[in-house]
Protein backbone atom coordinates (compact mmCIF):
# COMPACT_ATOMS: atom_id res chain seq x y z
CA UNK A 1 0.00 0.00 0.00
CA UNK A 2 1.18 3.50 -0.88
CA UNK A 3 0.65 6.62 1.09
CA UNK A 4 1.32 10.27 -0.13
CA UNK A 5 1.06 13.45 2.21
CA UNK A 6 -0.11 16.07 0.33
CA UNK A 7 1.29 19.92 1.20
CA UNK A 8 -0.82 22.32 -0.05
CA UNK A 9 0.40 25.63 1.43
CA UNK A 10 0.79 27.90 -1.72
CA UNK A 11 -2.16 30.20 -0.61
CA UNK A 12 0.25 32.76 0.22
CA UNK A 13 3.43 32.61 -2.43
CA UNK A 14 1.60 30.47 -5.06
CA UNK A 15 3.46 27.40 -7.27
CA UNK A 16 6.85 27.62 -7.68
CA UNK A 17 7.66 29.48 -4.34
CA UNK A 18 10.05 26.85 -2.71
CA UNK A 19 12.47 28.98 -0.85
CA UNK A 20 10.82 32.80 -0.60
CA UNK A 21 11.44 32.72 2.79
CA UNK A 22 9.72 31.05 6.26
CA UNK A 23 6.30 30.26 4.39
CA UNK A 24 8.30 28.45 1.28
CA UNK A 25 10.74 27.22 3.38
CA UNK A 26 10.17 25.53 6.73
CA UNK A 27 8.74 22.17 6.79
CA UNK A 28 4.88 21.20 7.97
CA UNK A 29 5.75 19.57 11.70
CA UNK A 30 2.90 17.60 10.99
CA UNK A 31 3.27 15.99 8.22
CA UNK A 32 6.86 15.06 9.32
CA UNK A 33 5.74 13.69 11.96
CA UNK A 34 2.84 11.68 11.24
CA UNK A 35 5.53 10.36 8.39
CA UNK A 36 7.98 9.82 11.28
CA UNK A 37 5.17 7.66 12.70
CA UNK A 38 3.72 6.10 10.02
CA UNK A 39 7.42 4.96 8.96
CA UNK A 40 8.54 3.57 11.42
CA UNK A 41 5.37 0.95 11.46
CA UNK A 42 6.40 -0.08 8.04
CA UNK A 43 4.28 2.26 5.66
CA UNK A 44 5.65 3.47 2.43
CA UNK A 45 5.21 7.13 2.57
CA UNK A 46 6.10 10.04 -0.16
CA UNK A 47 5.46 13.80 -0.28
CA UNK A 48 3.75 16.00 -2.90
CA UNK A 49 4.61 19.93 -1.92
CA UNK A 50 2.48 22.19 -4.09
CA UNK A 51 5.43 24.73 -3.59
CA UNK A 52 7.50 22.83 -5.39
CA UNK A 53 5.61 22.62 -8.66
CA UNK A 54 4.26 24.57 -11.34
CA UNK A 55 1.10 24.12 -11.61
CA UNK A 56 -2.24 22.50 -11.22
CA UNK A 57 -1.70 20.38 -14.57
CA UNK A 58 1.95 19.56 -13.04
CA UNK A 59 0.18 18.46 -9.78
CA UNK A 60 -1.99 16.16 -11.87
CA UNK A 61 0.27 14.35 -13.59
CA UNK A 62 2.40 14.14 -10.38
CA UNK A 63 -0.48 12.34 -8.80
CA UNK A 64 -0.83 10.45 -11.53
CA UNK A 65 2.47 8.81 -11.47
CA UNK A 66 2.81 8.64 -7.76
CA UNK A 67 -0.50 6.55 -7.94
CA UNK A 68 -0.83 6.10 -4.38
CA UNK A 69 -3.85 4.47 -2.20
CA UNK A 70 -4.06 6.53 0.29
CA UNK A 71 -3.02 10.43 0.45
CA UNK A 72 -2.89 12.47 3.99
CA UNK A 73 -3.57 16.50 3.72
CA UNK A 74 -2.84 18.70 6.65
CA UNK A 75 -5.08 22.01 6.76
CA UNK A 76 -4.53 25.30 8.51
CA UNK A 77 -7.68 27.82 7.09
CA UNK A 78 -5.58 29.54 4.90
CA UNK A 79 -4.77 26.41 3.13
CA UNK A 80 -9.09 25.71 2.41
CA UNK A 81 -8.51 26.60 -1.41
CA UNK A 82 -5.88 24.72 -2.54
CA UNK A 83 -6.48 21.68 -0.52
CA UNK A 84 -10.26 21.60 -2.30
CA UNK A 85 -8.62 22.33 -5.79
CA UNK A 86 -6.17 18.93 -4.85
CA UNK A 87 -8.83 17.20 -3.66
CA UNK A 88 -10.80 17.42 -6.86
CA UNK A 89 -7.67 16.72 -8.80
CA UNK A 90 -7.41 13.59 -6.91
CA UNK A 91 -10.79 12.16 -6.71
CA UNK A 92 -10.78 13.09 -10.99
CA UNK A 93 -7.88 11.38 -11.80
CA UNK A 94 -8.44 7.92 -9.45
CA UNK A 95 -11.86 7.67 -7.92
CA UNK A 96 -10.98 4.81 -5.32
CA UNK A 97 -7.75 6.88 -3.89
CA UNK A 98 -8.28 6.96 0.26
CA UNK A 99 -7.96 10.98 1.11
CA UNK A 100 -7.39 11.62 4.51
CA UNK A 101 -7.74 15.66 5.87
CA UNK A 102 -6.36 16.29 9.52
CA UNK A 103 -4.24 19.94 11.09
CA UNK A 104 -5.85 22.97 12.57
CA UNK A 105 -9.00 23.96 10.29
CA UNK A 106 -10.32 20.60 10.64
CA UNK A 107 -10.23 20.39 14.62
CA UNK A 108 -10.93 24.02 14.42
CA UNK A 109 -13.63 24.54 12.27
CA UNK A 110 -15.14 20.68 11.85
CA UNK A 111 -18.45 21.82 10.63
CA UNK A 112 -16.81 23.45 7.62
CA UNK A 113 -14.38 20.23 7.00
CA UNK A 114 -17.26 18.14 6.83
CA UNK A 115 -18.52 20.43 3.90
CA UNK A 116 -15.64 19.56 1.95
CA UNK A 117 -16.62 17.37 -0.70
CA UNK A 118 -13.69 14.46 -1.91
CA UNK A 119 -13.27 13.62 1.53
CA UNK A 120 -13.06 10.48 3.00
CA UNK A 121 -11.59 10.56 6.50
CA UNK A 122 -11.44 13.73 8.55
CA UNK A 123 -9.00 13.26 11.64
CA UNK A 124 -9.30 15.45 14.39
CA UNK A 125 -6.13 16.86 17.36
CA UNK A 126 -2.85 15.05 16.78
CA UNK A 127 -2.59 12.65 13.99
CA UNK A 128 0.60 10.36 14.89
CA UNK A 129 -1.21 7.45 16.43
CA UNK A 130 -4.37 7.76 14.35
CA UNK A 131 -3.16 8.35 10.91
CA UNK A 132 -1.05 5.06 11.23
CA UNK A 133 -4.09 3.08 13.27
CA UNK A 134 -6.05 4.13 9.98
CA UNK A 135 -3.25 3.35 7.64
CA UNK A 136 -3.49 -0.88 8.74
CA UNK A 137 -7.09 -0.68 8.88
CA UNK A 138 -7.35 0.27 5.33
CA UNK A 139 -4.21 -2.32 4.45
CA UNK A 140 -6.00 -4.82 6.69
CA UNK A 141 -9.35 -4.50 4.39
CA UNK A 142 -11.59 -2.90 7.18
CA UNK A 143 -11.39 0.66 6.59
CA UNK A 144 -13.56 2.54 10.16
CA UNK A 145 -17.06 3.46 9.34
CA UNK A 146 -17.35 7.08 10.44
CA UNK A 147 -15.53 9.82 8.66
CA UNK A 148 -14.66 11.63 11.62
CA UNK A 149 -11.45 10.05 13.43
CA UNK A 150 -10.46 11.40 16.84
CA UNK A 151 -6.93 11.88 17.37
CA UNK A 152 -5.35 10.20 20.18
CA UNK A 153 -2.81 12.32 22.30
CA UNK A 154 0.57 10.86 22.06
CA UNK A 155 3.57 10.91 24.50
CA UNK A 156 5.76 12.91 23.39
CA UNK A 157 8.52 11.30 23.82
CA UNK A 158 7.30 8.39 22.08
CA UNK A 159 7.20 9.13 18.97
CA UNK A 160 9.81 9.17 16.21
CA UNK A 161 11.68 12.31 15.58
CA UNK A 162 9.95 14.41 12.73
CA UNK A 163 10.87 13.09 8.96
CA UNK A 164 12.85 15.92 7.38
CA UNK A 165 13.91 14.68 4.39
CA UNK A 166 10.27 13.63 3.41
CA UNK A 167 10.53 17.35 2.55
CA UNK A 168 13.89 17.54 1.93
CA UNK A 169 14.37 14.94 -0.70
CA UNK A 170 11.37 16.12 -2.32
CA UNK A 171 12.54 19.58 -2.59
CA UNK A 172 15.90 18.50 -3.90
CA UNK A 173 13.91 16.94 -6.90
CA UNK A 174 12.58 20.11 -7.67
CA UNK A 175 15.73 22.02 -8.02
CA UNK A 176 16.28 22.94 -4.01
CA UNK A 177 20.07 23.13 -3.98
CA UNK A 178 20.74 25.36 -0.54
CA UNK A 179 22.82 23.33 1.59
CA UNK A 180 20.20 23.50 4.34
CA UNK A 181 17.53 21.22 4.99
CA UNK A 182 14.88 24.69 5.81
CA UNK A 183 15.44 28.11 4.78
CA UNK A 184 16.93 30.63 7.13
CA UNK A 185 15.49 33.81 7.46
CA UNK A 186 17.45 36.04 9.37
CA UNK A 187 21.56 36.95 9.02
CA UNK A 188 21.76 35.49 13.05
CA UNK A 189 20.90 31.89 11.94
CA UNK A 190 23.55 31.10 9.11
CA UNK A 191 22.89 27.68 7.13
CA UNK A 192 22.17 24.85 7.11
CA UNK A 193 18.81 25.42 9.31
CA UNK A 194 16.69 23.92 10.90
CA UNK A 195 13.13 24.01 12.96
CA UNK A 196 12.36 22.06 15.83
CA UNK A 197 9.04 21.61 18.17
CA UNK A 198 9.96 20.94 21.82
CA UNK A 199 6.08 20.95 23.31
CA UNK A 200 2.67 21.08 22.28
CA UNK A 201 0.51 23.68 23.41
CA UNK A 202 0.54 27.51 25.36
CA UNK A 203 -0.93 28.26 28.94
CA UNK A 204 -1.63 31.91 27.96
CA UNK A 205 -5.44 33.05 26.90
CA UNK A 206 -4.64 35.37 24.01
CA UNK A 207 -8.04 36.23 22.88
CA UNK A 208 -6.61 36.46 19.03
CA UNK A 209 -5.50 32.80 19.44
CA UNK A 210 -6.98 30.78 22.23
CA UNK A 211 -8.86 29.07 22.48
CA UNK A 212 -7.63 27.60 19.16
CA UNK A 213 -4.99 25.70 20.05
CA UNK A 214 -6.39 24.45 23.24
CA UNK A 215 -8.52 22.59 21.06
CA UNK A 216 -5.69 21.04 19.07
CA UNK A 217 -3.50 20.26 21.56
CA UNK A 218 -5.76 19.84 24.72
CA UNK A 219 -5.48 22.56 27.61
CA UNK A 220 -2.39 21.59 29.35
CA UNK A 221 0.61 22.50 27.74
CA UNK A 222 3.23 19.06 27.29
CA UNK A 223 6.86 19.50 26.81
CA UNK A 224 9.25 16.86 25.74
CA UNK A 225 11.70 15.81 27.77
CA UNK A 226 15.30 17.73 27.79
CA UNK A 227 16.99 14.79 26.76
CA UNK A 228 14.71 13.84 23.86
CA UNK A 229 15.44 17.15 22.20
CA UNK A 230 18.73 16.80 23.28
CA UNK A 231 18.95 13.59 21.47
CA UNK A 232 16.77 15.06 18.37
CA UNK A 233 19.63 18.05 17.99
CA UNK A 234 22.77 15.35 17.92
CA UNK A 235 20.93 13.05 14.84
CA UNK A 236 20.24 16.73 13.23
CA UNK A 237 23.47 17.94 14.44
CA UNK A 238 25.28 14.30 12.49
CA UNK A 239 22.68 14.40 9.69
CA UNK A 240 22.60 17.85 8.62
CA UNK A 241 25.66 19.32 10.31
CA UNK A 242 23.63 22.28 11.04
CA UNK A 243 24.77 25.78 12.37
CA UNK A 244 21.51 27.27 13.39
CA UNK A 245 17.83 26.44 14.56
CA UNK A 246 14.64 27.54 15.47
CA UNK A 247 12.32 26.56 18.10
CA UNK A 248 8.69 26.45 16.84
CA UNK A 249 7.08 26.39 20.03
CA UNK A 250 4.54 28.84 20.71
CA UNK A 251 6.20 30.09 24.29
CA UNK A 252 9.31 27.83 24.82
CA UNK A 253 10.13 30.43 28.09
CA UNK A 254 6.93 29.56 30.10
CA UNK A 255 8.62 26.70 31.50
CA UNK A 256 11.91 28.43 33.14
CA UNK A 257 12.86 25.37 34.67
CA UNK A 258 12.88 23.44 30.99
CA UNK A 259 14.67 26.30 29.85
CA UNK A 260 17.31 26.20 32.18
CA UNK A 261 18.23 22.85 32.33
CA UNK A 262 18.24 22.46 28.38
CA UNK A 263 20.95 25.54 28.22
CA UNK A 264 23.01 23.44 30.51
CA UNK A 265 22.62 19.79 28.72
CA UNK A 266 22.85 21.98 25.14
CA UNK A 267 26.15 23.21 26.54
CA UNK A 268 27.40 20.06 28.18
CA UNK A 269 26.62 18.11 24.75
CA UNK A 270 29.07 20.79 22.86
CA UNK A 271 26.63 22.53 21.10
CA UNK A 272 26.77 26.59 20.04
CA UNK A 273 25.13 26.91 17.48
CA UNK A 274 23.00 30.04 17.56
CA UNK A 275 18.59 29.95 18.08
CA UNK A 276 15.96 31.91 18.14
CA UNK A 277 12.53 31.01 19.93
CA UNK A 278 9.39 32.64 20.65
CA UNK A 279 8.73 34.21 23.96
CA UNK A 280 6.84 37.13 25.68
CA UNK A 281 7.92 40.56 27.19
CA UNK A 282 6.31 39.84 30.32
CA UNK A 283 8.13 36.87 30.83
CA UNK A 284 11.71 38.38 29.66
CA UNK A 285 11.11 40.81 32.17
CA UNK A 286 10.46 38.19 35.35
CA UNK A 287 13.54 36.30 34.45
CA UNK A 288 15.91 38.11 33.17
CA UNK A 289 18.37 35.60 35.15
CA UNK A 290 16.82 33.23 32.35
CA UNK A 291 17.30 35.45 29.09
CA UNK A 292 21.27 35.28 30.26
CA UNK A 293 21.55 32.20 30.16
CA UNK A 294 19.89 31.53 27.16
CA UNK A 295 22.08 34.09 25.39
CA UNK A 296 25.05 32.54 26.98
CA UNK A 297 24.24 29.38 25.58
CA UNK A 298 23.24 30.85 21.97
CA UNK A 299 20.04 32.25 21.84
CA UNK A 300 20.54 35.20 19.02
CA UNK A 301 16.98 36.13 19.03
CA UNK A 302 13.37 36.40 20.22
CA UNK A 303 10.27 36.32 18.43
CA UNK A 304 8.06 38.44 20.74
CA UNK A 305 4.14 39.23 20.28
CA UNK A 306 4.39 42.80 21.63
CA UNK A 307 0.83 43.45 19.34
CA UNK A 308 0.40 47.14 21.02
CA UNK A 309 1.20 50.15 22.47
CA UNK A 310 -1.68 50.76 24.17
CA UNK A 311 -2.79 49.36 27.76
CA UNK A 312 -6.60 49.21 26.93
CA UNK A 313 -5.90 47.03 23.16
CA UNK A 314 -3.55 44.74 25.47
CA UNK A 315 -6.27 44.13 27.90
CA UNK A 316 -8.96 43.80 25.35
CA UNK A 317 -6.36 40.98 23.57
CA UNK A 318 -6.04 39.34 27.10
CA UNK A 319 -2.08 39.43 26.44
CA UNK A 320 -1.47 39.52 29.95
CA UNK A 321 1.15 42.31 29.82
CA UNK A 322 1.75 46.06 29.63
CA UNK A 323 2.96 48.54 27.39
CA UNK A 324 5.83 49.43 29.98
CA UNK A 325 7.07 45.40 29.94
CA UNK A 326 7.06 45.22 26.52
CA UNK A 327 9.33 48.24 26.45
CA UNK A 328 11.27 47.01 29.70
CA UNK A 329 11.85 43.38 27.67
CA UNK A 330 13.16 45.06 24.46
CA UNK A 331 15.73 46.47 26.67
CA UNK A 332 16.62 43.87 28.38
CA UNK A 333 17.21 42.11 24.84
CA UNK A 334 19.26 45.14 23.92
CA UNK A 335 21.53 44.26 27.38
CA UNK A 336 22.10 40.92 26.22
CA UNK A 337 22.57 41.51 22.19
CA UNK A 338 19.20 39.49 21.40
CA UNK A 339 17.85 40.50 17.53
CA UNK A 340 14.45 41.30 18.17
CA UNK A 341 11.57 39.93 15.59
CA UNK A 342 8.84 42.14 16.95
CA UNK A 343 5.08 40.81 16.05
CA UNK A 344 2.32 43.29 16.23
CA UNK A 345 -0.95 43.83 14.74
CA UNK A 346 -2.85 47.02 13.87
CA UNK A 347 -6.88 47.18 13.03
CA UNK A 348 -7.61 45.18 16.23
CA UNK A 349 -11.63 45.41 16.86
CA UNK A 350 -12.63 48.49 19.08
CA UNK A 351 -9.13 49.65 18.29
CA UNK A 352 -9.50 54.27 17.21
CA UNK A 353 -6.76 55.65 15.25
CA UNK A 354 -5.26 57.31 18.41
CA UNK A 355 -4.74 53.67 20.02
CA UNK A 356 -2.63 52.10 16.56
CA UNK A 357 -0.93 55.16 17.04
CA UNK A 358 0.35 54.35 20.43
CA UNK A 359 1.43 50.77 18.69
CA UNK A 360 3.73 52.92 16.11
CA UNK A 361 4.81 54.96 18.89
CA UNK A 362 6.18 51.54 20.95
CA UNK A 363 6.99 49.91 17.83
CA UNK A 364 9.82 52.58 16.61
CA UNK A 365 10.53 52.92 20.60
CA UNK A 366 11.40 49.11 21.03
CA UNK A 367 13.47 49.72 17.73
CA UNK A 368 13.10 45.70 16.68
CA UNK A 369 15.54 44.19 14.33
CA UNK A 370 13.06 42.64 12.68
CA UNK A 371 9.37 43.87 11.99
CA UNK A 372 6.65 41.47 11.73
CA UNK A 373 3.32 43.88 11.27
CA UNK A 374 0.13 42.21 10.56
CA UNK A 375 -3.57 43.61 10.11
CA UNK A 376 -5.65 41.70 13.43
CA UNK A 377 -7.35 38.57 11.21
CA UNK A 378 -10.05 36.43 12.60
CA UNK A 379 -9.25 33.02 12.65
CA UNK A 380 -11.63 30.46 13.39
CA UNK A 381 -11.18 28.92 16.84
CA UNK A 382 -10.66 32.28 18.46
CA UNK A 383 -13.00 34.33 20.86
CA UNK A 384 -12.02 37.12 18.92
CA UNK A 385 -13.06 35.33 15.83
CA UNK A 386 -16.44 34.73 17.72
CA UNK A 387 -16.60 38.48 18.54
CA UNK A 388 -15.96 39.73 14.86
CA UNK A 389 -18.99 37.23 13.63
CA UNK A 390 -21.53 38.21 16.63
CA UNK A 391 -20.87 41.89 16.01
CA UNK A 392 -20.30 41.06 12.37
CA UNK A 393 -17.26 42.71 11.49
CA UNK A 394 -16.04 40.35 9.13
CA UNK A 395 -14.66 41.38 5.69
CA UNK A 396 -13.26 38.02 5.00
CA UNK A 397 -14.93 36.89 2.09
CA UNK A 398 -12.28 33.94 1.06
CA UNK A 399 -10.23 31.62 2.97
CA UNK A 400 -7.04 33.07 1.15
CA UNK A 401 -7.66 36.05 3.18
CA UNK A 402 -6.82 34.38 6.77
CA UNK A 403 -3.33 35.20 6.02
CA UNK A 404 -2.09 37.78 8.65
CA UNK A 405 -0.22 40.23 6.13
CA UNK A 406 -0.65 43.82 5.98
CA UNK A 407 -1.88 44.30 2.80
CA UNK A 408 -5.82 43.62 2.84
CA UNK A 409 -8.75 44.70 4.99
CA UNK A 410 -9.78 42.67 7.33
CA UNK A 411 -12.65 43.54 9.70
CA UNK A 412 -14.95 46.16 9.05
CA UNK A 413 -14.29 50.15 11.23
CA UNK A 414 -11.13 50.37 10.66
CA UNK A 415 -9.86 52.82 7.95
CA UNK A 416 -6.91 50.58 6.02
CA UNK A 417 -5.47 53.32 4.04
CA UNK A 418 -4.40 54.83 7.64
CA UNK A 419 -3.72 51.38 8.57
CA UNK A 420 -0.42 51.21 6.15
CA UNK A 421 0.29 54.54 6.69
CA UNK A 422 1.13 53.43 10.12
CA UNK A 423 2.76 49.82 8.84
CA UNK A 424 4.77 51.94 7.27
CA UNK A 425 5.73 54.74 9.83
CA UNK A 426 6.09 52.05 12.50
CA UNK A 427 9.37 50.65 10.80
CA UNK A 428 11.22 54.47 10.16
CA UNK A 429 13.84 54.51 12.59
CA UNK A 430 13.90 57.43 14.42
CA UNK A 431 17.01 59.22 13.85
CA UNK A 432 19.27 58.27 17.31
CA UNK A 433 18.43 54.47 16.09
CA UNK A 434 19.90 54.59 13.10
CA UNK A 435 22.59 56.25 14.13
CA UNK A 436 23.18 53.62 16.72
CA UNK A 437 22.86 50.88 14.67
CA UNK A 438 25.32 52.59 12.33
CA UNK A 439 28.12 52.78 14.90
CA UNK A 440 27.08 49.19 16.02
CA UNK A 441 27.65 47.63 12.26
CA UNK A 442 31.01 49.68 11.72
CA UNK A 443 32.57 48.62 15.18
CA UNK A 444 31.25 44.22 14.62
CA UNK A 445 32.24 44.96 10.87
CA UNK A 446 35.79 45.76 11.98
CA UNK A 447 36.16 44.66 15.03
CA UNK A 448 35.02 40.85 14.45
CA UNK A 449 37.70 38.37 14.59
CA UNK A 450 35.49 35.61 12.53
CA UNK A 451 35.37 38.18 10.13
CA UNK A 452 39.37 37.94 9.30
CA UNK A 453 38.90 34.16 9.56
CA UNK A 454 36.20 33.72 7.22
CA UNK A 455 37.72 35.50 4.10
CA UNK A 456 40.85 33.93 4.76
CA UNK A 457 39.22 30.33 4.52
CA UNK A 458 37.46 31.56 1.34
CA UNK A 459 40.47 33.01 -0.26
CA UNK A 460 41.82 29.22 0.65
CA UNK A 461 38.57 27.48 -0.91
CA UNK A 462 37.47 25.78 2.53
CA UNK A 463 34.46 27.59 2.63
CA UNK A 464 31.80 27.86 -0.05
CA UNK A 465 29.36 30.95 0.14
CA UNK A 466 25.61 30.28 0.20
CA UNK A 467 23.09 32.79 -0.55
CA UNK A 468 20.24 32.15 0.97
CA UNK A 469 17.04 33.63 1.35
CA UNK A 470 17.10 35.84 4.04
CA UNK A 471 15.01 39.08 4.70
CA UNK A 472 17.64 42.09 5.59
CA UNK A 473 17.23 43.09 9.14
CA UNK A 474 15.35 46.70 9.51
CA UNK A 475 13.39 45.55 5.73
CA UNK A 476 9.71 45.38 6.32
CA UNK A 477 9.24 41.89 6.97
CA UNK A 478 5.14 41.56 6.10
CA UNK A 479 5.32 38.19 6.76
CA UNK A 480 3.82 37.32 10.12
CA UNK A 481 4.84 34.31 11.72
CA UNK A 482 2.29 31.32 12.57
C1 LIG B 1 5.42 26.99 12.76
C2 LIG B 1 4.12 27.63 12.36
C3 LIG B 1 4.08 28.26 11.13
C4 LIG B 1 5.26 28.28 10.19
C5 LIG B 1 5.39 26.97 9.43
C6 LIG B 1 4.07 26.45 8.95
C7 LIG B 1 4.13 25.03 8.48
N1 LIG B 1 4.73 24.80 7.35
O1 LIG B 1 3.65 24.15 9.16
C8 LIG B 1 4.94 29.52 9.30
C9 LIG B 1 5.66 30.69 9.92
C10 LIG B 1 5.34 29.43 7.83
C11 LIG B 1 3.46 29.65 9.52
C12 LIG B 1 2.65 30.38 8.69
C13 LIG B 1 1.31 30.59 8.92
N2 LIG B 1 0.60 30.21 10.01
CO1 LIG B 1 1.29 29.05 11.37
N3 LIG B 1 1.87 28.12 12.87
C14 LIG B 1 3.00 27.58 13.21
C15 LIG B 1 2.91 26.96 14.62
C16 LIG B 1 3.52 27.94 15.61
C17 LIG B 1 3.54 25.60 14.76
C18 LIG B 1 3.06 24.59 13.71
C19 LIG B 1 3.53 23.23 14.08
O2 LIG B 1 4.49 22.77 13.50
N4 LIG B 1 2.91 22.60 15.10
C20 LIG B 1 3.26 21.29 15.58
C21 LIG B 1 2.65 20.20 14.70
C22 LIG B 1 3.09 18.84 15.18
O3 LIG B 1 1.25 20.34 14.83
P1 LIG B 1 0.26 20.37 13.59
O4 LIG B 1 0.91 20.95 12.40
O5 LIG B 1 -1.00 20.97 14.04
O6 LIG B 1 0.03 18.82 13.27
C23 LIG B 1 -0.62 17.92 14.13
C24 LIG B 1 -2.15 17.87 13.99
O7 LIG B 1 -2.72 19.06 13.53
C25 LIG B 1 -2.40 16.71 13.08
N5 LIG B 1 -2.28 16.88 11.64
C26 LIG B 1 -1.75 17.88 10.93
N6 LIG B 1 -1.80 17.60 9.63
C27 LIG B 1 -2.35 16.39 9.49
C28 LIG B 1 -2.62 15.62 8.35
C29 LIG B 1 -3.20 14.38 8.51
C30 LIG B 1 -3.48 13.56 7.30
C31 LIG B 1 -3.52 13.89 9.79
C32 LIG B 1 -4.13 12.58 9.95
C33 LIG B 1 -3.27 14.66 10.94
C34 LIG B 1 -2.67 15.89 10.77
O8 LIG B 1 -1.39 15.81 13.47
C35 LIG B 1 -0.16 16.55 13.66
C36 LIG B 1 0.72 15.83 14.62
O9 LIG B 1 0.07 15.60 15.83
C37 LIG B 1 1.35 26.84 14.78
C38 LIG B 1 0.87 26.85 16.21
C39 LIG B 1 1.09 25.47 16.82
N7 LIG B 1 1.66 25.42 17.98
O10 LIG B 1 0.80 24.44 16.23
C40 LIG B 1 0.85 27.99 13.94
C41 LIG B 1 -0.52 27.91 13.23
C42 LIG B 1 -0.69 26.55 12.65
N8 LIG B 1 -0.39 28.91 12.16
C43 LIG B 1 -1.45 29.58 11.98
C44 LIG B 1 -1.58 30.60 11.00
C45 LIG B 1 -2.86 31.41 11.05
C46 LIG B 1 -0.60 30.83 10.04
C47 LIG B 1 -0.66 31.85 8.90
C48 LIG B 1 -1.99 31.95 8.17
C49 LIG B 1 -0.26 33.20 9.53
C50 LIG B 1 0.09 34.27 8.52
N9 LIG B 1 1.34 34.60 8.43
O11 LIG B 1 -0.74 34.81 7.86
C51 LIG B 1 0.48 31.38 7.96
C52 LIG B 1 -0.04 30.51 6.79
C53 LIG B 1 1.04 29.89 5.95
C54 LIG B 1 0.50 29.31 4.66
N10 LIG B 1 0.16 28.05 4.63
O12 LIG B 1 0.35 30.03 3.69
C55 LIG B 1 -2.56 29.16 12.91
C56 LIG B 1 -3.61 28.31 12.17
C57 LIG B 1 -5.02 28.65 12.59
C58 LIG B 1 -6.01 28.09 11.64
N11 LIG B 1 -7.27 28.30 11.98
O13 LIG B 1 -5.72 27.51 10.63
C59 LIG B 1 -1.77 28.43 14.03
C60 LIG B 1 -2.54 27.32 14.74
C61 LIG B 1 -1.31 29.53 15.05
C62 LIG B 1 -2.43 30.25 15.74
N12 LIG B 1 -2.80 29.86 16.94
O14 LIG B 1 -2.95 31.17 15.21
N13 LIG B 1 3.04 28.99 10.62
S1 LIG C 1 -0.58 34.49 21.28
FE1 LIG C 1 1.22 33.35 21.96
S2 LIG C 1 1.21 33.59 24.20
FE2 LIG C 1 -0.82 34.16 23.49
S3 LIG C 1 -2.03 32.28 23.71
FE3 LIG C 1 -1.25 32.35 21.59
S4 LIG C 1 0.64 31.21 21.59
FE4 LIG C 1 0.13 31.68 23.74
Known sequence: MKTTLLYAGIAGYGFNSLSRGMEAGWISHGLASISAAAKAEGFEIDLIDLRALQSWEHFREEF????????????????????????????????????????????????????????????????????????HAIQAGRPPKQKVLRGITPDLDQIPFADRDLFLNEWRKWGYNLDSPEVPFVKELPPPFVTIIAGRGCAYKCSFCKPGEDLIFGKRVRRRSVENVIEELKVLRE??????????????????????????????????????????????????????????????????????GNQRVLNFLRKGTTVEKNLQAAKICRKYDLAIWANYMLG???????????????????????????????????????????????????????????????????????????????????????????????????????????????????????????????????????
Open 348 to 482: IPTETKEEVMDTVRMIREIDPDYFSPSFFTPHPGTDLYDYVMEHNLSLITDYDQYRRNPTEPKIKGQDYEFLKWARDYSQKRKFKNRVRRAFKAFWEKYTDPHRYIRKLRRLLGLDRPQTPNRPQAGRPQWQATG
Open 64 to 135: KARDPDVVGITMMSVDYNPVMKALQIMKEVKPEVITVVGGPHVTLALNDALRMPNVDYLVLHEGEITFTRLL
Open 239 to 308: KYNFASFMFHDDCLTEDREWVIEFCRRYKEEGFNQPFFCQSRADIIVRHEDMVALMADAGLAGYFIGFES
